[in-house]
């Protein structure tokens, strides 16, 4: 398999980190060798936050280089198209069809994305809150998503695998509805 080089965008606090950590985890499990690294400033006080995941047979470095991203998963439509700097014609971009912070209209910011990068867009917070009554777990829809969609080359057992590492064993079971939720859209 060719290296894989993902990144996954959004703002502090909402799990970029644990999503970033199951998809190395994941990646590991099936055999390959995963790197990732974390790109923040202010994101412990809601800033924004890139971490980057290059999984493949050898991964010498975890940084995505500019215009080199496979895929993009991005917890909001305005870090998609902040993201993009990473992207080119054949990258793909998940977005969630919210923009927390943004003056732009969604429209406007789909449009921005779809000039540098091919867009497809989920509607994850609404989705697991009629699942859960929050959003906490939007970080693990999107990761199922992403490899429901086969836009990770990563196979659903090893994900599961991985957070059953990952997640506190108390969330388990809400975790497991919205997983395989994902794998029903």
Same mark, same amino acid.
């Given at each position: 398999?060719?290296?894989?080089?993902?990144?996954?965008?959004?703002?502090? &606090?909402?799990? @970029?980190?644990?999503?970033?950590?199951?998809?190395?985890? #994941?990646? !590991?499990?099936?055999?390959? %060798? +995963?790197? =990732?690294?974390?790109?923040?400033?202010?994101?412990?006080?809601?800033?924004?936050?890139?971490?980057?995941?290059?999984? &493949?047979?050898? @991964?010498?470095?975890?940084?995505?280089?500019?215009?080199? #991203?496979? !895929?993009?998963?991005?917890? %909001? +439509?305005? =870090?998609?198209?902040?993201?993009?700097?990473?992207?080119?014609?054949?990258?793909?971009?998940?977005?969630?069809?919210?923009?927390?912070?943004?003056?732009?209209?969604?429209?406007?910011?789909?449009?921005?994305?779809?000039?540098?990068?091919?867009?497809?867009?989920?509607?994850?917070?609404?989705?697991?809150?009629?699942?859960?009554?929050?959003?906490?777990?939007?970080?693990?829809?999107?990761?199922?998503?992403?490899?429901?969609?086969?836009?990770?080359?990563?196979?659903?057992?090893?994900?599961?695998?991985?957070?059953?590492?990952?997640?506190?064993?108390?969330?388990?079971?809400?975790?497991?509805?919205?997983?395989?939720?994902?794998?029903?859209?």
């Amino acid at each position: 398999m060719k290296n894989f080089n993902l990144i996954i965008a959004g703002y502090g &606090g909402q799990g @970029i980190i644990t999503a970033a950590e199951i998809v190395s985890s #994941a990646a !590991l499990k099936s055999g390959l %060798d +995963a790197k =990732e690294a974390e790109l923040h400033g202010l994101a412990q006080r809601g800033g924004s936050l890139d971490c980057h995941i290059r999984f &493949g047979k050898k @991964i010498y470095s975890p940084v995505v280089t500019r215009g080199c #991203a496979d !895929l993009i998963i991005a917890f %909001d +439509a305005l =870090e998609a198209l902040r993201a993009c700097y990473w992207a080119n014609k054949k990258t793909t971009v998940l977005a969630n069809s919210k923009a927390f912070r943004s003056g732009m209209k969604l429209s406007e910011i789909y449009a921005k994305i779809r000039k540098i990068a091919k867009l497809q867009i989920v509607d994850a917070d609404s989705i697991v809150d009629k699942l859960t009554g929050d959003i906490t777990a939007v970080n693990v829809f999107m990761v199922a998503c992403a490899i429901r969609k086969k836009l990770i080359p990563l196979k659903k057992e090893s994900a599961w695998k991985a957070i059953q590492d990952k997640i506190n064993p108390r969330f388990l079971e809400q975790t497991k509805n919205v997983f395989d939720s994902a794998f029903k859209k």
